[in-house]
């Protein structure tokens, strides 16, 4: 195979980019800032809820790949003989080598260990020995694989409280599912009924099928299934809309039940502490990679 190297400027990549997959054959093509990591990189995506400081890089590097020479070859002069495209160069037209992309991935996940005995371990890797719990995932589209500080933070937490906490596990809420790893973690500490929601439909049918394959029950679906009061509250997001979300979270949260907040930076501990005043007092259970795990008892 082989790949074409371009540089475009703000307001064409769109059209570069659609023009190379729906015309020119490219069967791929990816968009990078051209100036990250250099003094003139600027800040693109702010945080969920803020609006975002540009509309897109300033100069983007686009990588396409194509079967063969000749329709890299064609492609690149059939772009760039566009009148549109006369600001976009051509950096370099290179062999890419074949690889083991299966492997190359798979060797990039491996088993990680939360606690004592309890491990997450990918499909294709032995069960290591001495592991007690178990989580089957292999990465998909929805966030949380075990590899991110703030869902490892939930995990360690759950494993710490579980013998301590079993009068809690009767009903669970895990509010931003993603993978529904908390949830499947939850129930292999002992907790039989879960409700695990996320705005984002493919993160419900991954819990689903992530759920099942841990021969686990998790009921799972949009945020609306969430009723009631639960004993137990995991919410795994991010400051932003932690801090909306205060007065909903804390209403599913039973009097005496416990509420295990992720997402949070160390630095936006205080925010979040005062947005969730009202109803009960956070504190920092832990601190993972700059991230911190936050946890409250209703009263
Ligand atoms: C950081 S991931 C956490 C996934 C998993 N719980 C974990 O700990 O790894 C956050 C998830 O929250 C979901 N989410 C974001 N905002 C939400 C909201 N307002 N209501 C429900 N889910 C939300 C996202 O779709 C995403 O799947």
Redesign the pocket.
Known sequence: MVELLLLAPEGVVESVTDALIDELGALSASVEDADADTDAEKALFGE?GMPAPAGGWQRSRIVALFDDDTAATEAATLLLAQDWASDVSLVAMRPVQEQDWVRLTQSQFAPVEISNGFWIVPSWHEVPAGAQRVIRLDPGP?????T?P??RM??RWTAHHAAALSASWTRVL??????????IGAALHGATAIDA????PS?VESTRANAMANGVTVNAGL?DLASGSYPLV?????AT?LK??APLLSAHVAGGGHLVL??ILERQTDELKAAYAPWLTLEVADRDEGWALMTGRMA
């Not at 895990?174 to 949830?183: H, M, N, R, T």
């Not at 995991?234 to 991010?238: C, F, P, R, T, W």
């Open positions: 969920p929805a966030f949380g694989t075990g991110h703030t869902t939930c995990l895990d509010y931003g599912c993603g993978s529904g790893i908390l949830a929601v996320d705005i984002d993160a945020p995991y919410a795994n997001i991010l809309p909306l979300l992720a997402g």
